[in-house]
């Protein structure tokens, strides 16, 4: 993907779906449809099914041949929730293959197989799709626990850490999504690192990949000094500047993930209130589900998810008051009939009928 048409895309185009966060959905729906009683891990008791879980969630998946055909299943589930009206992201299912979890688990020499192989189980599943309006992102996570900041690493650890993840990745994705990360500073050893790939491959005459970065913000009210911060402390619109100023030629754009409803708009408004300015690079919102109003969460597949018409209200209600949230997400225990009705809400919007993406 050429980096001009690439910031075209996230620039003018009004609505652009987001497909991501597969271990759930694989763990609830697509296994025990397709997979019932049988070992798609090694784990003891894995027989019994997938517990998408920690240390590397659905990245496990990727070492075992049926957990690779269930998450191809994933990615194509998701992909058939879209159509070419609107651009559509597409997640690699990469986001726990960094070393120093992969070293953890005392499998860092697969490193490089286990995130290439699942660059090609999507690489395969929007091929056989035929569809063009697609984007492959590369979702890189952070070494330690999401949401707590105090286990991620130094920036000087980070970049060693993640370079690479990102180095055997590059070839593979349309831009890196640096997604759930509580620390600032891990970030930024994540950015040092793309840009020592970046000019790497640059060498070989490729293009240098962009990157696009979500927060974790604290969700408790109660507190009153740090609530809609980033997990370590930082201000919102503190960290998107300070990563600005020294990332500007590798930024796509910003946002916040696996955070409640309240907890982004407070974070966006905070935002605002630092410097308005900065609410154009946001075009990124996650929110999590199981952290809504349980009078409004709905269960399928057994899963702990949002209604359809609470997800679209949502975001038809976010983006009145911040317009350039574009980015609509199918992660955090959003399926993919959520994707579609999302996809079917605003294809069904007088200003879309009839439009043709950006190409």
């Keep these: 993907m050429n980096n001009t048409l690439l910031r075209r895309i996230f620039e003018e185009e009004p609505v652009i779906m987001g497909n991501g966060c597969t271990g759930v959905y694989v763990a609830k729906k697509i296994i025990p449809e397709k997979f019932k009683g049988q070992a798609l891990t090694d784990r003891e008791g894995s027989a019994d099914g997938f517990e ?15 957990g690779q055909i269930a998450v191809r299943q994933a990615h194509k589930d998701y992909l058939d929730a879209t159509t070419d009206l609107f651009w559509t992201i597409m997640s690699m299912n990469v986001f726990r293959g960094n ?40 979702t890189i996570g952070p070494g330690g626990d999401c949401y707590d900041a105090s286990s991620c690493s130094s920036r000087e650890s980070a970049s060693k850490m993640h370079y690479d993840q990102l180095k055997c990745l590059q070839p593979f994705a349309d831009y890196f999504q640096f997604e759930t990360f509580p620390s600032v500073e891990e970030l930024k050893g994540a950015l040092d690192a793309l840009r020592r790939v970046n ?40 960290a998107i500047e300070g990563i600005l100023k020294e990332y500007q030629d590798l930024i796509l754009y910003a946002g916040f993930n696996c955070t409640p409803q309240h907890a982004v708009i407070e974070g966006l408004r905070k935002v605002r209130t630092y410097d308005k300015r900065l609410l154009s690079i946001i075009k ?24 359809s018409t609470e997800l679209i209200q949502f975001y038809e209600t976010l983006r009145e ?39």
């Design 52 to 66: 998408c879980r920690a240390p590397y969630w659905s990245f496990e998946l990727n070492m075992f041949p049926q």
């Design 99 to 138: 070393r120093r979890i992969l070293t953890n688990g005392h499998i860092a020499s697969r490193l490089e197989e286990l995130n290439r192989i699942a660059a090609h189980n999507l690489e395969h599943v929007v091929l056989e799709s035929g569809r063009r309006n697609i984007l492959k992102v590369a």
């Design 321 to 359: 008051e911040f317009p350039a949230v574009k980015i609509l997400w199918g992660c955090c225990g959003v399926l993919p009939e959520q994707i579609k009705a999302l996809h079917d809400h605003y294809a069904g919007k007088a200003e879309y009928k009839g439009r043709v993406a950006l190409k």
């Design 284 to 307: 990124d919102v996650h929110i999590n589900p199981t952290d809504t109003d349980p009078s409004k969460r709905h269960s399928i597949h057994g899963i702990d998810s949002i209604a």
């Design 199 to 238: 000019a790497e491959y640059q060498k070989l005459g490729l293009e240098p990949k962009l990157a696009a970065i979500n927060f974790v913000l604290n969700k408790n009210q109660e507190d009153k000094e740090d609530y809609g911060k980033v997990l370590d402390g930082s201000h919102p619109g503190a």
